[in-house]
């Protein structure tokens, strides 16, 4: 017995090809997705550790690393290269907290910048750091 093309069930072979084609385009825009997803989150983390690592060159500054105008370098255990620069303060504006630090008897305030590299080549990152120190003018001495 014979059917007629009405009573067959199925898909045919070019509907079974458009579903695949909408299918591998949904998995590629996921995978993109994804991709951005996971490079977000290294870079994030590499900002972090960055973060992390400046906050201890920082703590140096003062003790290991001379609270004294000038520059200095170094090189982390994990690969982070650095600049210390020392500036003697000049204020940028009239913030009467600053002004009163500044004008402090036997305060002496300093200007610390600090760059971090990491990486290489393309994947080669930065980031600049800024803080003021004060120090009493008889610790120096």
Request: proline share 3%; glycine share 8%.
């Amino acid at each position: 017995m014979m059917r007629s093309r009405q009573q067959q069930s199925g898909f045919t072979l070019l509907e079974v090809l458009l579903a695949f084609v909408i299918f591998a385009l949904s998995f590629a825009t996921v995978l993109e997705i994804v991709g951005g997803s996971v490079r977000s989150t290294v870079r994030a983390r590499d900002y972090s550790e960055a973060a992390l690592t400046a906050q201890s060159i920082m703590e140096l500054v003062g003790t290991e690393i001379p609270l004294a105008p000038g520059g200095y370098q170094g090189e982390t255990d994990d690969g982070f290269r650095w600049t210390v620069d020392v500036f003697d303060f000049e204020p940028m504006d009239d913030d009467p907290r600053i002004m009163e630090v500044a004008q402090g008897e036997g305060t002496l305030l300093f200007w610390v910048d600090l760059h971090l590299e990491w990486g290489d080549g393309l994947r080669s990152r930065h980031a600049q750091f800024t803080t003021l120190r004060a120090v009493m003018e008889a610790a120096i001495q």
